[in-house]
């Protein structure tokens, strides 16, 4: 590690040089003359919310713009972040997206925005990138910071911050339609219109899309491999967004935003499962007012507020085990959870069935024999024995009766709604001080019988400023803070200190220091989690409906913030000449207080206790030799250390497992590299992605993950209209699967073509 860094340290000293040796340098306008005013886009600015050129960044920022998501040709917006340094992609039933490394289950420790609105969900901490309304045409740009921002974003901006900013509706004036068809069920539907009505210029969108996500392989063990979503992994999503704009005078303007999304989201299933495969249906909405008024041209305020509610509707059949909804068997667990569950998985062993039931069993012997062989630490006393014994005498003393089978259904279904409001003021002071500051108030509240037992809620307020100082023409200071004070956890302020030292108009070297937290989720926090069986099937208990003996109620609550401290040190170099920009940066993050075992009801115990130590560097280089033609590479070094807390009742495989957990979504060497070019009205992109120690699941470090895309584009344009027709191939190089040994095609070449018109 020390080695690599030296490395990149030396490239950093190297680039300097040629910052120096350059003896012509543009203004670095390009992001001032993007922001420059509501008339363009809205005014979201991601690293300090303060207009800021690429050089004078506290932190590491990578910007797609449209012209990229033209050129690389993607289907869906996850896909967009593969080409960022140091982020991973996880798909299947749900998308997920991590920063150096994270859980693949739960994309907890990302914020991320939509026009400034938080997608963010508190009530199970994630992000369902499905469920996002936004079409890939309507973006202007997405603003990746790639680091902590808690002290502008307030916590869940643990990692990094995605801003993703839409097009003025006067930008896209006129209709595009567009129909998609593929391997793998891919049929995308999409229409587009933006005009002028009176005072406004509006903006509306209807899109569908639809696919069958993956089909496993034979490596697997599945005896056939079909078309169709035999995985039962697809979706089905559509949606119609709404961006209005207008202006009152000139200091005054409105930006109206809602949009109304319906989908179903079929849910992996376990290989070997026969009952009814979930769907999950959801619908999701929300409405979105943003007010600007300038006092003068260095002076300006805004407040924004919106409204959004989701709802999912999951509903399973399953079959088990009658033991499973014993009443007895959950008295147990709420006493014992571990010994509860060595009976509700049936993992006693069969010399130990017939002691306990006749009443011979010592407690000491059986404690030592289930040490022995479910390597647990174990604490069972003549109470534990007795109570197994009636539940074995419930069954009348019969095996077979534990064991036997029963069917019944039970629901996800959960409701969610946010109501936030913020405003924040942007001054500036004099040549040396800039600030912005605000407040915001916010309100989360959940439903849901499975998850809370009814409703729960959540109120959040904060505080926040940050302030540009320069005290000379090439040094600049970015102090910042959020102070957060919230019903279900403790009040947090995070703060982050930068320097930023200009060599040249536009390459600077930065140092930052930045802290943050994430806020354990209201599940996390307040669970009431039982599952409630219903319309049973014959059982030995007599029961028609039951609960599962597992219960999580109000079992966990008091766990810390997950809090991290990070130092970067980077550079940023633009050589107009040559046509190139880039980015490196050296890091050293300290992860503490982590809550890495997994949300459900098999696990008993949960607790923030594991730390996680990353370092290395990560590169960005944009190039234009020539005007036709365009590089974009980046890539990422990652050292990661994880270690869990005391926790006496893990097993060894269970503590091992945890660890791994933290980086399944990562990477120690990645890569990823796009060339474009252009030929009259033809265009052309080829992408290679290169993964090293990929998905490191199993502890190994030689999975390797290789992925070779092309994208194919060609239009015509007849008077007033235009025809656009391209075609896109992925190669899934390796075996590897992504995440999960299910998450594979048997098909490596996979592709969609695509007709669409504009006018």
Same mark, same amino acid.
């Given at each position: 590690?020390? /080695?690599?860094?030296?490395?990149?340290?030396?490239?950093?000293?190297?680039?300097?040089?040629?910052?120096?040796?350059?003896?012509? +340098? *543009?203004?670095?306008?390009?992001?001032?003359?993007?922001?420059?005013?509501?008339?363009?886009?809205?005014?979201?600015?991601?690293?300090?919310?303060?207009?800021?050129?690429?050089?004078?960044?506290?932190?590491?920022?990578?910007?797609?713009?449209?012209?990229?998501?033209? #050129?690389?040709?993607?289907r869906t917006l996850p896909e967009l972040f593969r080409f960022v340094p140091g982020m991973f992609v996880k798909h299947g039933d749900q998308d997920s997206i991590a920063y150096h490394a994270s859980n693949p289950n739960l994309m907890r420790r990302m914020q991320v925005l939509i026009d400034g609105r938080s997608v963010y969900r508190a009530g199970i901490a994630s992000v369902v990138w499905e469920d996002i309304p936004v079409a890939l045409e309507d973006i202007q740009r997405i603003e990746v910071f790639r680091g902590p921002n808690a002290s502008s974003y307030g916590a869940n901006a643990f990692m990094?911050?995605?801003?993703?900013?839409?097009?003025?509706?006067?930008?896209?004036? /006129?209709?595009?339609?567009?129909?998609?068809?593929?391997?793998?069920?891919?049929?995308?539907?999409?229409?587009?219109?933006?005009?002028?009505?009176?005072?406004?210029?509006?903006?509306?969108?209807?899109?569908?899309?639809?696919?069958?996500?993956?089909?496993?392989?034979?490596?697997?063990?599945?005896?056939?491999?079909?078309?169709?979503?035999?995985?039962?992994?697809?979706?089905?999503?559509?949606?119609?967004?709404?961006?209005?704009?207008?202006?009152?005078?000139?200091?005054?303007?409105? *930006?109206?935003?809602?949009?109304?999304?319906?989908?179903?989201?079929?849910?992996?299933?376990?290989?070997?499962?026969?009952?009814?495969?979930?769907?999950?249906?959801?619908?999701?909405?929300?409405?979105?007012?943003?007010?600007?008024?300038?006092?003068?041209?260095?002076?300006?305020?805004?407040?924004?507020?919106?409204? #959004?509610?989701?709802?999912?509707?999951?509903?399973?059949?399953?079959?088990?085990?009658?033991?499973?909804?014993?009443?007895?068997?959950?008295?147990?667990?709420?006493?014992?959870?571990?010994?509860?569950?060595?009976?509700?998985?049936? !993992?006693?062993?069969?010399?130990?069935?017939?002691?306990?039931?006749?009443?011979?069993?010592?407690?000491?012997?059986?404690?030592?024999?289930?040490?022995?062989?479910?390597?647990? %630490?174990?604490? $069972?006393?003549?109470?534990?024995?007795?109570?197994?014994?009636?539940?074995?005498?419930?069954?009348?003393?019969?095996?077979?009766?534990?064991?036997? $089978?029963?069917?019944?259904?039970?629901?996800?279904?959960?409701?969610?709604?946010?109501?936030?409001?913020?405003? #924040?003021?942007?001054? #500036?002071?004099?040549?040396?001080?800039?600030?912005?500051?605000?407040?915001? +108030?916010?309100?989360?509240?959940?439903?849901?019988?499975?998850?809370?037992?009814?409703?729960?809620?959540?109120?959040?307020?904060?505080?926040?400023?940050?302030?540009?100082?320069?005290?000379?023409?090439?040094?600049?200071?970015?102090?910042?803070?959020?102070?957060?004070?919230?019903?279900?956890?403790?009040?947090?302020? =995070?703060?982050?200190?930068?320097?930023?030292?200009?060599?040249?108009?536009?390459?600077?070297?930065? *140092?930052?220091?930045?802290?943050?937290?994430?806020?354990?989720?209201?599940?996390?926090?307040?669970?009431?989690? =039982?599952?409630?069986?219903?319309?049973?099937?014959?059982?030995?208990?007599?029961?028609?409906?039951?609960?599962?003996?597992?219960?999580?109620?109000?079992?966990?609550?008091?766990?810390?913030?997950?809090?991290?401290?990070?130092?970067?040190?980077?550079?940023?170099?633009?050589?107009?000449?040559? %046509?190139?920009?880039?980015?490196?940066?050296?890091?050293?993050?300290?992860?503490?207080?982590?809550?890495?075992?997994?949300?459900?009801?098999?696990?008993?115990?949960?607790?923030?206790?594991?730390?996680?130590?990353?370092?290395?560097?990560?590169?960005?280089?944009?190039?234009?030799?020539?005007?036709?033609?365009?590089?974009?590479?980046?890539?990422?070094?990652?050292?990661?250390?994880?270690?869990?807390?005391?926790?006496?009742?893990?097993?060894?495989?269970?503590?091992?497992?945890?660890?791994?957990?933290?980086?399944?979504?990562?990477? !120690?060497?990645?890569?990823?590299?796009?060339?474009?070019?252009?030929?009259?009205?033809?265009?052309?992109?080829?992408?290679?992605?290169?993964?090293?120690?990929?998905? %490191?699941?199993?502890?190994?470090?030689?999975?390797?993950?290789?992925?070779?895309?092309?994208?194919?584009?060609?239009?015509?344009? +007849? %008077?007033?209209?235009?025809?656009?027709?391209?075609?896109?191939?992925?190669?899934?190089?390796?075996?590897?699967?992504?995440?999960?040994?299910?998450?594979?095609?048997?098909?490596?070449?996979?592709?969609?073509?695509?007709?669409?018109?504009?006018?």
């Amino acid at each position: 590690m020390k /080695g690599y860094l030296g490395s990149m340290v030396a490239i950093l000293a190297t680039a300097m040089n040629a910052a120096v040796a350059e003896d012509l +340098f *543009l203004p670095d306008a390009g992001l001032d003359a993007e922001l420059s005013g509501f008339t363009v886009v809205p005014e979201v600015l991601t690293a300090t919310r303060l207009k800021q050129p690429r050089s004078e960044v506290p932190g590491s920022m990578t910007v797609i713009t449209a012209e990229n998501i033209e #050129q690389w040709g993607v289907r869906t917006l996850p896909e967009l972040f593969r080409f960022v340094p140091g982020m991973f992609v996880k798909h299947g039933d749900q998308d997920s997206i991590a920063y150096h490394a994270s859980n693949p289950n739960l994309m907890r420790r990302m914020q991320v925005l939509i026009d400034g609105r938080s997608v963010y969900r508190a009530g199970i901490a994630s992000v369902v990138w499905e469920d996002i309304p936004v079409a890939l045409e309507d973006i202007q740009r997405i603003e990746v910071f790639r680091g902590p921002n808690a002290s502008s974003y307030g916590a869940n901006a643990f990692m990094a911050v995605i801003n993703i900013v839409t097009f003025h509706p006067a930008d896209t004036l /006129g209709t595009r339609a567009f129909a998609r068809s593929g391997h793998q069920g891919v049929r995308d539907y999409e229409v587009s219109h933006s005009a002028e009505l009176g005072e406004w210029v509006y903006r509306a969108t209807v899109s569908r899309k639809h696919d069958d996500g993956f089909d496993g392989n034979e490596r697997l063990g599945q005896e056939t491999v079909q078309p169709g979503d035999n995985l039962h992994d697809g979706s089905r999503d559509s949606f119609i967004s709404l961006n209005a704009t207008t202006q009152f005078s000139d200091q005054s303007r409105l *930006l109206v935003e809602a949009a109304y999304k319906d989908g179903k989201q079929r849910v992996r299933q376990r290989r070997g499962e026969d009952e009814i495969a979930p769907v999950d249906d959801n619908q999701s909405g929300f409405v979105m007012a943003q007010w600007q008024y300038d006092f003068s041209t260095t002076h300006t305020s805004q407040l924004r507020a919106y409204w #959004q509610k989701e709802k999912r509707l999951t509903e399973f059949r399953k079959c088990a085990p009658a033991v499973v909804l014993s009443p007895l068997l959950g008295q147990l667990y709420r006493e014992d959870p571990y010994w509860a569950n060595v009976i509700g998985r049936f !993992e006693l062993p069969e010399e130990l069935f017939l002691p306990i039931a006749g009443g011979t069993a010592n407690p000491e012997d059986v404690e030592a024999l289930l040490e022995e062989e479910l390597d647990r %630490n174990y604490d $069972i006393s003549q109470s534990d024995l007795d109570q197994v014994q009636t539940i074995f005498a419930q069954a009348g003393f019969d095996a077979v009766n534990l064991s036997s $089978i029963t069917c019944g259904e039970y629901d996800l279904d959960f409701d969610e709604q946010r109501i936030d409001v913020e405003f #924040q003021d942007t001054v #500036q002071w004099n040549d040396i001080l800039r600030t912005v500051a605000g407040v915001s +108030f916010r309100r989360d509240q959940v439903t849901s019988q499975t998850y809370f037992d009814g409703t729960v809620s959540n109120d959040l307020m904060r505080v926040f400023a940050n302030a540009e100082i320069r005290p000379l023409d090439k040094l600049i200071f970015n102090l910042g803070g959020m102070y957060e004070d919230e019903d279900k956890n403790s009040a947090v302020f =995070s703060p982050r200190v930068a320097a930023n030292f200009l060599v040249a108009p536009q390459h600077s070297l930065r *140092l930052v220091y930045s802290t943050a937290v994430r806020s354990p989720d209201l599940l996390e926090q307040e669970p009431d989690y =039982s599952l409630q069986i219903t319309n049973l099937t014959e059982n030995y208990l007599g029961l028609s409906e039951g609960t599962l003996y597992a219960t999580q109620t109000g079992a966990y609550g008091d766990l810390d913030h997950e809090r991290i401290t990070s130092w970067e040190l980077g550079y940023y170099g633009r050589l107009p000449v040559q %046509n190139l920009e880039m980015d490196i940066k050296v890091y050293r993050d300290h992860l503490y207080q982590l809550i890495s075992d997994p949300i459900n009801l098999n696990t008993p115990d949960v607790s923030s206790n594991s730390t996680m130590n990353l370092q290395g560097v990560d590169w960005q280089f944009t190039w234009t030799p020539v005007r036709d033609h365009s590089f974009w590479y980046s890539g990422a070094y990652l050292d990661a250390d994880v270690r869990v807390g005391e926790s006496p009742n893990l097993s060894d495989n269970e503590e091992s497992n945890l660890k791994r957990v933290e980086t399944r979504l990562s990477s !120690e060497f990645s890569h990823n590299l796009s060339w474009s070019a252009a030929l009259g009205s033809w265009r052309f992109t080829q992408s290679y992605f290169w993964h090293r120690s990929y998905n %490191n699941s199993s502890g190994a470090k030689s999975s390797p993950y290789r992925r070779y895309e092309v994208h194919l584009k060609k239009g015509w344009i +007849f %008077n007033s209209w235009e025809l656009e027709t391209s075609a896109f191939l992925h190669h899934l190089i390796d075996e590897s699967p992504i995440a999960y040994n299910t998450n594979r095609i048997e098909d490596k070449y996979l592709g969609f073509l695509q007709v669409g018109v504009k006018f």
